[in-house]
């Protein structure tokens, strides 16, 4: 006799020797899981513009004030036929860059520090505290005092928006690095500067990439805002300026540019993520 | 190197860890360092490794390091330790990387202790790739690979299973056997000890206080052998009956706190 039916008979056996109703059971675990579908934000979007199309098109949205997507590529296209694209767009980014290098390298600078030295500590907190809720837009007139209209004012306050976030990351992102692992160094006899170049920089990496996260959405407000008050070329002036003419199409056209600085600026951090934490 | 503690006494603030602690660690012996939970068991062996600052008593090292060593008191941690950015090789060359030893030389000692804890295959791996087991023998290379005259142990198998501690103690006999490296070894586990050790250091609950040192007799690499097993298990025993009253007080201790 061979083992299956063995087996069968006895299951049967068991199950005879219950009495009562026999019933299935039913899975109930379904739902709520950590899953994305890729394809469901782009057929979001595609709705979306889709029906703003159509009701620009049926002229359920006034013209004047909401121009219809087909209107805003348009816009799109000639601006970059006409190479003013590229002016703004350059403009802005070049605003942003710099700014936003100064400030992240002197921030994690000083966040090191202050997530080192316990002296450095105990002064830098309650000054960053103070400093950090000034809205750094306010201080634009201030530089323009000192630097003049032109570039160095905007990059300054572009630079300081980013500075008191980056150090605030930067500092806890180092007081976040494992003790054991620093302990590990000290016992092997590593120097400091060996801990800060192998245990603790890699280490504060993690919340050295989200503080950029933060510090490049500000930059991008920053250089809008700084360019609204002050400046000739650059998206922001560009959208001031298409709003006080009326040219809704432009407007949007800018907002659009905007969007996509913006994305592209958090692929670029995704991609930097990737390479760097690889390990996590 | 010989390790010598006299009057060695500790405390965090107002709370007294340890209290006149003496007692020497011959050079290429193995001392188990048991005691109930928060004596200073941790604390004592961070003594001897240099990373708290010493208070009362005095610890002193005899003799010289062997030669090509690189880190004379040398700890394995508990929670392994390792860099998660870093290689199991990597982590290993953090140990030497900061030494004048030539690439040469520093490949060759990594090869070489990887080789000996059974991770030649994982050497380009990362730690989040490996088991409980194996992120241990990467703790136990990386401290061999600086050919220490002193192992500072602070429980280093029991964050692992039954199954892996067996295996991963044969792997540390096997390794003094080779390196005669004097080695003190905090563990709660009685097992642990009666196998490894060539004395057994008893604490009392804090302020941890030396209550008696227990000398094993049996060489350690005959332990397993059937004809000492009687009396491993007497003297296992007589390490219970040492500690039991001691680890039920501090349980309840740390219950009220
Ligand atoms: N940094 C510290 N500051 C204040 N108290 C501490 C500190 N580290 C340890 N202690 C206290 O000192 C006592 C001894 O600690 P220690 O870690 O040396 O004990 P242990 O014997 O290793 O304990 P365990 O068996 O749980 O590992 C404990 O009561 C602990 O709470
Ligand atoms: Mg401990």
């Keep these: ?280 | 190197m010989q390790v010598v503690l006299e009057g060695v006494g500790y405390r965090y603030g107002d709370l007294p860890v340890l209290d006149g602690i003496s007692f020497t660690l011959p050079q290429g012996e193995t001392a188990a360092l048991i005691g109930p939970s928060g004596c200073g068991k941790s604390t004592l062996l961070n003594l001897v490794g240099g990373l708290l600052q010493q208070q009362t008593g005095r610890i002193s090292t005899i003799g010289t390091p062997p030669p090509g060593c690189l880190n004379p008191l040398t700890f394995v941690f508990q929670d392994f330790a390792l860099l998660p950015w870093r290689s199991v090789a990597g982590n290993v060359a953090l140990a030497l990387e900061h030494h004048n030893l030539g690439k040469a030389e520093r490949e060759a000692r990594i090869a070489d202790v990887l080789k000996l804890c059974g991770l030649s295959d994982f050497a380009d791996a990362l730690p989040k790739q490996l088991s409980g087991g194996m992120r241990q023998r990467v703790g136990i290379a990386r401290a061999i690979a600086v050919r220490p005259a002193v192992l500072l142990m602070d429980e280093p198998l029991s964050a692992l299973d039954a199954q892996t501690r067996e295996l991963l103690m044969e792997d540390l006999i096997s390794i003094w056997s080779r390196e005669r490296t004097t080695t003190l070894y905090v563990t709660h586990n009685l097992n642990e000890a009666v196998r490894l050790a060539d004395k057994v250091v008893v604490l009392s609950r804090r302020p941890g206080r030396i209550k008696q040192i227990v000398t094993i007799d049996v060489p350690v690499a005959e332990r397993q052998q059937p004809q000492h097993a009687a009396t491993l298990k007497r003297l296992h025993d007589e390490l219970w009956a040492l500690i039991k009253a001691e680890a039920q007080v501090a349980d309840r201790e740390v219950q009220n706190a």
């Design chain 1, 1 to 280: 006799m061979s083992e299956a039916p063995l087996f069968a008979q006895q299951a049967a056996q068991q199950t005879a020797q219950q009495t009562g109703p026999q019933t299935a059971v039913a899975f109930r675990g379904a739902g709520f899981v950590n899953d994305t579908r890729r394809w469901a934000p782009w057929l979001a979007f595609a709705l979306i513009i889709a029906a703003w199309e159509t009701a620009s098109q049926l002229g359920w949205l006034p013209a004047l004030f909401m121009p219809a997507p087909s209107e805003v590529v348009r816009a799109l296209h000639s601006l970059l036929l006409d190479g003013k694209l590229l002016a703004h767009v350059g403009a802005s980014l070049q605003r942003i860059l710099s700014g936003w290098i100064l400030g992240s390298l002197a921030g994690v600078m000083v966040g090191f520090l202050m997530g080192i030295f316990v002296i450095v500590r105990s002064i830098g907190l309650p000054v960053v505290s103070a400093l950090f809720p000034i809205p750094k837009i306010a201080l634009l007139p201030l530089f323009i005092l000192w630097f003049g209209i032109g570039e160095p004012s905007k990059i300054a306050t572009i630079g300081l928006g980013v500075f008191f976030p980056t150090v605030v990351a930067a500092f806890s992102a180092v007081d976040n690095v494992p003790r054991n692992l620093i302990r590990m160094a000290q016992s092997f006899g590593l120097s400091t500067p060996a801990i800060v170049a192998k245990v603790i920089l890699p280490g504060a990496m993690p919340g050295i990439l989200a503080g950029f996260r933060i510090t490049s959405s500000i930059a991008l407000m920053l250089v809008v805002a700084a360019e609204m008050i002050g400046a000739q070329v650059g998206i922001g002036a560009f959208v001031l300026a298409a709003g006080n003419l009326m040219q809704i199409d432009q407007l949007i056209a800018g907002v659009v540019l905007l969007s996509l600085l913006g994305l592209t600026i958090s692929w670029l951090l995704s991609l930097a993520e990737q390479i760097l934490l690889r390990w996590r």
